[in-house]
Each structure stands twice: as C-alpha cells, then as structure tokens.
C-alpha cells in the first residue's frame, strides 16, 4: 500500500509560533563572557545545533568510497555521479547534495566534518540519547543541567545581554536541555499575536511576586524578551513549513547575536530526524530537512555578518541510524554519525575521522555505523580551543569524569 | 463533610476542568464535598463515550480519504489545477460531519445556559484575534473537516461535564497513547475517530484492553509505520524485498508500557516487531477487508515461533501479538511507568513516591483496571494535600476559560489557533512521547507572555458582559488569595481585570 504523507504539520490557520515549537526552538546564555568586549581580545560567538530525532550521518555524509555503503544504504544510498550528484568533500566522503552553502564554507575551509562520532550512550532511545548529548553525562537520566550551560558557569561573567533584562530567569523546554541549569538563560521566539498591555503584564507580575515567584520570573523574561526581538523581518509569514521554521528561527537568533549586547553563546534545537520510513536519498524527505539546515547556517553566515570571522556553529544529534536501510527505505536507530562544524573561526575543510569501515564485522552489534570518536572530544576541544575553558573544567564539570576522553585540538583557530 | 474551600480548588481544577461560570454551583458543591464531585462522573455508565450524529467510524472515515485521495489523484492526471474538496462522496461525509457539529453544539448550550447569568451576551469562542479566521479561506477538504469536527465535539464535551475529570482521563490517555495529526492524511482524518474507538472505552476499563484497541488501531499502525513493516521471511517480505521496521515495537515499550530501563533489550525490540508484523489496515482496494480497518495480513507476518523477554510465543498468527501484548500490559515495568506517569499527571512534577507505590500496587493487583486506578487516586491523602503546583497545560487553560465565561465554541478554529499559537496543536504532539507534563514546559518565559497575550484577547471581547469580581467567585470564592482578589478589584478595566483574573495562580495553577 503506499500512502502519501506530505500534509503540512498543522491546520492551515497554523501560525509560526506553532511550528517553532513543533520544529525549533532557540534559547542563549543571559550574559556576555569577561572578554567578549576585551579592546584587542576576540570575541567569540558559540551556537550549538541539536537535531532530535537521530541524524543519519551516512546519508549526510555519505562514505561513498567505502564498498560496503551502496549496498547497505541500498535504494537511498547517494552516489558521486549522475543525477543529483553527492558533493565529493575528499576522496572518500561526500556530501549530500541538498547543502550547497555548507560545501561552500567547507571549500572556503569554514566547515569541517567528524564522521563516526557517537555520545557515550550505546541504547537506542531518543528521548535517553537527547538527554545524554544534552547532559554532557555519561549515561541518562542526569536532566538537572546540559554541557554548555555548565560551561558557561566555567566562564567570566561579564554584562548582561540585552540591557534591561530581568534578573532571575526560569526556563523551559524551549530553552533545550543543553542550555538548561544555573547559569541564567533567555528564549525568544517571534509571535504573531498582538500584545497585552503593558500595564495589565506589570500588574500581573506584581501580583506573581508576591504569590508565585516562579511565574514572575518566566513571565518578566518573557516580555521582556519580545520587545528586544521584534522587527520588521519579524511579521508573519503564512505556510511556512518545518523547513522554514528552521530558517526563521536562525534569522531571529542571528539577528539577537548579531548585536552589540547581544548573546555570545545559545542553543538551537531542529526536530523531525527520525527517518524511519521513505527517508529518501539524494531527494525527499531527509533532503528536505537538510536544505532546512544548510539554509539555517548561511541565514546564520549572513545575519552575524562580520561576527561570522569568530563564530562556531556546532550540529549535533542524539545518535545515527541503521547502516543498512530498513524494510521500509528508511532507517532505524543506530549509533555512529556525524557532526558538523561551521563559522569563520572553524579550521575547516576537512572530515575528521578514524573510518571504522562498514563490513558486517566492523559494525556496531552487527547494524550500526561504530562510533571512534567520542562526541565530547570533539565538544571539548571547541570550548578549550574557542572559548578558553580549562582542561580540568571540561574533565570534571562540563563532562563529568571524562578525564579519558581528550579534547580534539585544532578544530578551532 | 465540612466546607472546604481549598479541596474545592483540587477537585475543581487539580482533578477536572475548572469551575462553570453561571449558576452551576461548582464552587459550591465542589466544596461542600470535595471527592464526591469528584467521583460522581465515575460512576455514570459510558460516561467517557463520545457519540455524536455525523461522527463517523474510523473505517468509513478511511473510504472517505481514500476517495478524497483517488479525486485529487483524478484531477491531477486530468490537468486540471486543483481538485475541488467539496464533490461526491467526500462531499456527502463532510457535511455530515458539519451537521455533527451542529447538533453537539445545540444540546450542549442548552444544558449549560439555561437559567446562566451569561447566557444572554453573544456567544464568542475564547481565543486568539490575528490568527483566524484566515483572509480568504480555501474551501476544507474532508480530512480537514473532520479533523475540525471531531476537535469541536472534543472540545464541546470538555466545557459542559460537570467536573470533567473523566474528559481529563481522556486527554491523559490520549497523551500516552498519542498519536501525531501531523504525520499525514490518514492521521488528520482519524486523530478524533482513534480517541473515541481506542481511549475513550477503556479509561475507566482495563489498561490491557485499551493496550490492544490502541496498537491495532489504524492511526497508530500508520503513525508508527507497522503497516509498512514486513517479516523479511514471510510471502510479502521476500517478494517484495522489503522487512521490519521496529519503530512501533519500540515505542509500545519505550512510550507505551515498559518504560526506558523497563527490562527489555535491543533484541526484545527486534523480536516484538516479528512478532507484529502484518498488523495492518486495509487499503482503498479492500483486498484484506474493509477499507480503513484494522486488518492481520497473514502475508506479511513473519513465520515461526518468537522468544519476547524470556517467554515464547507460537506463531498462531495475530494472537501471537495478542499474547505478548497482554504479558507486556501485566509485566511490573508497566505497573510501575503508568503509575508514576498518572501521578506526575495529576499531583506534582516529583509526585509522593508512597502514593506512586500505592498506584502501582493497585494496577498490579487488579490487572490494570483504571477505574480502580483513577479510584485510588481520589482516595489518597497526598493527591488532595500536595500543594497546586502545577501548570495547567494551554489545552486545560482555553477549557478552563472557555467554562468559566460558559461560552461554548461552535467553531473550533479560535480554540485550535490558540492551541497552536501556545504549542500544543492538537493531537499534533512533535514526538510520539507526547506534550510535555511538566511545569519547566509550560511554565517557561515565551508560554507564559503569550498566555497573557491570549487572556488579554479573550478579555477584550467578552468582558464587557461580564463582572470579574463575580467570577473571581466562580473560580475560587474565600480561596482566592487577597493578592489576587485586590489585583482584580483594582484593575482599570473590566477587561483589564479580567485578564489578571484568567492569569491568576488560582486560574493557572492546579
């Protein structure tokens, strides 16, 4: 039977906070480090990319030189030839053909690749595997605090962003759990509704003050969040798609980046990766969601304009999928994949990887690509390298007791 | 039993949908004997059912797409630009499902707005301004009709029932078991039909029985991709190259009954997809049975006997699956995951872990019977004593505010909006884990902003009907706190006024 399932997600009066929500969220550290205004020193901008729901890093990077690779990813396997050609990045490894910008910073040695990359959780569910790589623990469970907010604490504490900001500041699942923890975050996210006055809002966190400090605080943060973000780019935009919602999310935040006192290091988390049926190859539906991606780091590119020279743009996922394609020409959940690297301050233009190989034996419990790079080396080495956090610090609070993975050096510089 | 204002609060909004507006006297029975009003839906046989005229079963509702489907294929082969939604068969089905509406509607306003104070202002659906209705609407086809039909018949039930606990079981369920409108056609046109047929019959029955109507239910078995999966040694597996996908496997383990960590492996996960395989509904040909409907295609299930956590299952075709899923409902990972869940739900982020003990005792000695579940709950000490801590959820908040202002919706596209613009689009969770139930998701900065955005809307219409001071009473009478009882007194405006008071702690919490 073959079904066609290509409805857009919400009904037609679907606003795009909707499907921000459903498909994006952004949420940044609530202040600039020490050195971001430092008169000589760099000022380094960070953004972390979570794609939930499992990337298939051999259908984004394909290893078309490996003998094994056609046949396991069969009718989706991508090919350096013919129609809808993969984009040769080296002479092993190609890229899908739907990120032209992202072969384009990979040429220009802006973007960089590390293929078999895997956090240290070997299970296979999502909602487990989000919480590792978002966690920065070892195993599930630890949803306290995410890697990157803990690193933040590890970092000088200059001013505020956005002037004017609120104080305390509750966050949540718009802000991913990567961010989430006791550094002060803020969220933002366009809205097509018309405001409530200010005065009822300022009498209703008056009265939240006093009877429920927690919704003082989300709500302070939150309006006060809106008027900093709104601007013409801004209005509603009918039938926008999940795709889009990526770009729109990326334009807002880089514009929130781009500014003076803006935030220097945030969050962004795209979901809908969990390609289990009609994945698609060189088109369709993970082609779609790619072009999504591309499209949200040259939005990024552009809209941090000169800050592009010190930015890294770190996309990460929960796990990889199936080597070898399942019943239904899609994937299940596997455990290898890839990560990407971009921005003017990656030491791009390479894939990185110890390439475990695809034979029977080479996977990992007879499906899965083999991880031979612990995700963490590769997180590690961006903050020590772009953000100056000390060795000790990334061993034992940003990834506790991960003294023995080391931090992959020469990402960033 | 003594008076009590503050159990009031509880069995008003932590147990049900919050107080009607009018003269129903929820406040005041609520506290006068505060589990009774509880317990009192219990009790009413049926009570969960959802019938309406015009709502159709999930297999005529599949005919109905599939004809939609084999138009716009039609049309498209023709050349012509656009298939018209409104003909022939789908045609016929869509106005029914209108006039369903309608009638739902009618008995609905005359229960509650007889003799209501509110009854005389003009009926307005409680919602958001910019987003509906759209400038120059493109005529609704039938998977969108339906899907609208069957979210007002929904919404409809939730503002009149007089606690609207049993309609929370329902939602709660529903979130479990949920399945996502936005995967594709199939389930857009049967988000409201699985609810009725596959949740609503059992939230006061049996949790092994509501296990089985869920995961043989088309909705599901197309959301979760079983009806494409394949035994790679049965007929259809080797013909046409293709086998599993475990993807439904994992999840009724993972989501559904287990829990992550609840004993089973990667293997266990293979082997219940085996063991599924062919569960499936039938097509727009009706080759295995009527169109829409659940069928076990023989040709598809994988051959042989298969060993699921440690126990095995002859191959006897779709009670092979039957078997295993009714060990997996009984297993005490299940007892153990549902009761904290239900819990969680109902009284706190970190509930009591002796009242948790207590539920999952109770689903272990009765077999997973809810209402014995939903019982012990009502019973227990700590889910009355707990503090309101929670957040109402967007969809409790709009039917909070929509009962209070006793303004039933015969259009659902401002509550749909609403939902969307608060991010819990209807039946349209982004995972198949759900919409979050915790505070950290819905009490977060943007949620809360655009919360007060939409009390703020809803206030601008209808307050100047309304006096918000008598509504504080509705809501909460002498357990309104004198923080909020000044904040409303002194608003500027009525509207003002009101929107503080559907932003309150008493409103939003639970």
């Not at chain 1, 906070?17 to 380094?44: E, I, Q, T």
């Not at chain 2, 005529?60 to 022939?88: I, N, S, T």
């Not at chain 2, 009527?290 to 779709?318: C, D, I, M, W």
Request: aromatic content about 6%.
């Amino acid at each position: 039977m073959t079904m066609d399932c290509c409805e857009s997600r919400t009904s037609p009066a679907a606003t795009r906070r909707a499907l921000l929500l459903g498909g994006a969220s952004f949420a940044a550290w609530a202040y600039l480090p020490k050195f971001a205004r430092a008169a000589d020193g760099r000022d380094p901008r960070l953004i972390v990319i979570i794609l939930r729901g499992a990337l298939d890093g051999l259908a984004t990077v394909a290893p078309v030189g490996d003998p094994d690779y056609a046949g396991l990813h069969g009718s989706i396997a991508l090919a350096p030839d013919g129609p809808h050609a993969a984009i040769l990045l080296d002479s092993f490894f190609a890229l899908h053909p739907s990120m032209p910008e992202f072969s384009r910073m990979y040429k220009e040695k802006h973007a960089a690749v590390v293929h078999a990359v895997a956090t240290p959780y070997r299970d296979r569910s999502h909602f487990d595997g989000q919480d590792v790589l978002e966690s920065g623990f070892a195993g599930p469970g630890r949803v306290q605090s995410g890697w990157l907010n803990r690193a933040l604490e590890a970092l000088p504490r200059g001013e505020r962003v956005m002037s004017g900001a609120v104080s305390a500041l509750a966050v949540g699942p718009t802000a991913p759990l990567v961010l989430r923890g006791a550094a002060p975050t803020v969220g933002w996210a366009p809205v097509t509704l018309p405001n409530a006055a200010d005065d009822t809002a300022m009498r209703l966190v008056e009265l939240y003050k006093h009877r429920d400090p927690a919704l003082a605080a989300a709500l302070s943060q939150g309006l006060q969040l809106d008027k900093i973000a709104q601007g013409d780019d801004m209005k509603p935009k009918p039938n926008t798609n999940a795709i889009g919602a990526m770009r729109l999310v990326a334009r807002g935040a880089a514009k929130l980046m781009a500014a003076d006192d803006g935030p220097r290091i945030a969050a962004l988390a795209f979901d809908g990766w969990d390609t289990h049926a009609n994945e698609g190859g060189p088109v369709g539906r993970l082609a779609q969601l790619l072009s999504g991606l591309d499209g949200a780091l040259a939005d990024f590119e552009s809209g941090l304009g000169a800050h592009w020279r010190d930015t890294v743009v770190v996309v990460a996922t929960e796990f990889g999928r199936t080597a070898r394609i399942n019943g239904t020409a899609g994937t299940d959940h596997g455990t290898g994949t890839v990560a990407l690297l971009a921005g003017g301050a990656v030491k791009g233009g390479r894939v990185i990887s110890d390439w475990p190989g695809l034979k029977p034996a080479n996977l990992f419990e007879a499906r899965d690509l083999a991880p031979t790079t612990d995700l963490r080396a590769v997180l590690k080495g961006v903050l020590h390298d772009h953000l100056g956090l000390s060795e000790r610090a990334l061993a034992e609070t940003v990834f506790p007791d991960s003294a023995m993975v080391r931090p992959v050096k020469g990402l960033v510089g | 039993m003594a008076r009590d204002p503050q159990a009031a609060l509880v069995a008003l909004n932590r147990f049900g949908f919050g107080a009607r507006g009018g003269s129903s006297g929820d406040f005041v029975n609520a506290a006068s004997d505060p589990r009774g009003f509880v317990k009192a839906e219990l009790s009413r046989p049926n009570g969960a059912l959802l019938e309406a005229s015009g709502l159709l079963p999930t297999a005529a509702l599949g005919q109905a797409m599939f004809d939609y489907q084999a138009q716009v294929r039609a049309q498209r082969e023709l050349g012509a630009p656009k298939a018209k939604p409104d003909a022939g068969m789908a045609d016929t089905q869509a106005r029914m499902m209108e006039r369903a509406g309608e009638a739902v509607q009618n008995a609905a306003s005359e229960s509650v707005m007889a003799g209501n104070a509110v009854a005389m202002a003009p009926r307005v659906a409680p919602a958001v301004g910019t987003a509906s209705p759209p400038p120059n609407p493109q005529p609704l086809n039938v998977i969108q009709k339906t899907y609208r039909a069957e979210a007002l018949a929904r919404i409809q039930r939730a503002s009149i029932v007089e606690c609207g606990f049993v309609e929370r079981l329902v939602v709660f369920w529903s979130n479990h078991f949920c399945i996502s409108a936005g995967k594709g056609e199939p389930t857009r046109i049967w988000a409201g039909s699985f609810e009725r047929e596959a949740i609503r019959p059992y939230v006061l029955g049996r949790f092994g029985d509501m296990l089985k109507a869920v995961e043989q239910h088309p909705a599901m078995l197309f959301f979760l991709d079983n009806q494409q999966s394949l035994g790679p040694d049965s007929r259809a597996g080797q013909n046409r190259k293709r086998g599993l996908n475990e993807n439904l496997a994992r999840e009724i383990m993972e989501l559904h009954t287990l829990g992550v960590g609840g004993g089973y492996s990667q293997e266990d996960v293979t082997t219940l997809a085996r063991i599924i395989t062919g569960w499936s509904f039938a097509g727009r040909e009706g080759r295995l049975g009527t169109p829409g409907s659940f069928v076990f295609n023989a040709n598809a299930h994988q051959p042989g006997p298969q060993r699921l956590l440690g126990k095995s299952y002859e191959n006897t075709g779709v009670t092979q699956g039957e078997a295993a899923l009714a060990d997996i409902a009984r297993h005490p990972s299940t007892a153990k995951f549902i009761a904290a869940k239900f819990a969680r739900h109902f009284v706190a982020d970190d509930p009591p872990p002796a009242l948790v003990a207590r539920l999952e005792g109770v689903f272990r000695k009765t077999d997973g019977d809810l209402k014995a579940l939903s019982l012990a709950l009502l019973d227990a000490d700590e889910a009355w004593q707990a503090p309101l801590s929670k957040m109402r959820t967007p969809y409790e908040y709009l039917i909070a505010t929509g009962r209070l202002l006793a303004r039933i919706p015969d259009d659902p596209g401002r509550a749909l909006s609403s939902l969307n613009v608060l991010g819990q689009p209807l039946w349209t969770p982004s995972g198949p884990n759900g919409f979050a139930d915790t505070n950290a998701a819905w009490a977060a900065p943007e949620g809360m902003k655009l919360r007060l955005d939409i009390a703020a809307q809803t206030a601008s219409r209808i307050a100047d009907s309304v006096d918000p001071r008598d509504l504080l009473e509705v809501v909460a009478a002498d357990a309104a706190s004198t923080e909020t009882r000044r904040t409303i007194e002194r608003g500027e405006s009525r509207q003002q006024a009101l929107a503080l008071l559907l932003m309150s702690p008493e409103f939003q919490r639970r």
